[in-house]
């Protein structure tokens, strides 16, 4: 039997969906600007990446207030979720390993990956395979980030990174499953709040931590212009 989504979801609940997601990207952002800040080449890939996972987070918080609200359903709103997370979460990976390493690596791999899901998607038409995708990439994401923190003697920054990588492999099965009561949405919901925060937390100390990239020297006696 087919669910209504008109019924499915409380105005309350469509409501508090905005904050896990404007934690995320606002976490996000946060994150790409200290990469940025460690390695200037790789910060537009990285703000493109955040800006674009929040975008797919945004039109599935919009859908959801619609069909609770109004009861407009605007499929598009939910099916850019996946694709978005998809590609802005492998930009951010992209910027991650960078940095981790110290220097530009290829971005193809990075790109490639969510453009064959996305063939493979449009030819299958599913999203799942994007879905495992945007998976695959928010895990290498919430790993490297937790390494980067490892690495600069962040302990607290590191589990906070290593909670969000948890919540990343754990609550999305439990969303998908069918016949939820409000109440076990609101728990998952709230959850992800949770998730989304400390996400926001490990990456503003990973900020404060992450040494800004050198300016190259100007030898003695050489002109500046």
């Known amino acids: 039997m087919a669910i209504d989504p008109c019924t499915e979801y409380g105005l309350a609940l469509a409501l508090e969906d905005f904050v896990p997601?404007?934690?995320?990207?606002?976490?996000?952002?946060v994150l790409a600007n200290a990469l940025g800040k460690a390695l200037?080449?790789?910060?537009?890939?990285?703000?493109?990446?955040?800006?674009?996972?929040?975008?797919?987070?945004?039109?599935?918080?919009?859908w959801k207030l619609l069909v609770a609200g109004p009861c407009v359903e605007i499929p598009f709103l939910e099916q850019m979720l996946f694709p978005c997370l998809a590609i802005g979460f492998s930009a951010l990976a992209w910027a991650l390993a960078s940095v981790y390493v110290g220097k530009v690596v290829s971005w193809m791999p990075f790109a490639l990956v969510p453009f064959v899901g996305a063939c493979i998607s449009g030819a299958a038409?599913?999203?799942?395979?994007?879905?495992?995708?945007?998976?695959?990439?928010?895990?290498?994401?919430?790993?490297?980030a937790s390494a980067l923190?490892?690495?600069?003697?962040?302990?607290?920054?590191?589990?906070?990174?290593?909670?969000?990588?948890?919540?990343?492999?754990?609550?999305p099965p439990l969303a998908a499953r069918p016949n939820q009561t409000e109440a076990l949405q609101w728990a998952e919901q709230l959850t992800n709040t949770g998730v989304q925060l400390c996400f926001l937390i490990g990456a503003l100390r990973l900020r404060g931590r992450l040494p800004r990239a050198e300016r190259p020297s100007v030898p003695e006696g050489?002109?500046?212009s």
């Open 40 to 62: 200037p080449a790789v910060r537009v890939g990285a703000l493109f990446g955040g800006v674009v996972v929040m975008l797919g987070g945004l039109g599935k918080a919009v």
């Open 21 to 29: 997601v404007l934690l995320a990207g606002t976490g996000l952002v």
């Open 125 to 144: 038409r599913n999203l799942t395979p994007m879905l495992a995708i945007a998976a695959l990439a928010a895990v290498a994401v919430g790993a490297m």
């Open 222 to 224: 050489a002109s500046l």
């Open 149 to 171: 923190a490892a690495r600069h003697g962040d302990q607290l920054g590191r589990w906070l990174f290593i909670v969000y990588l948890v919540g990343t492999l754990v609550l």
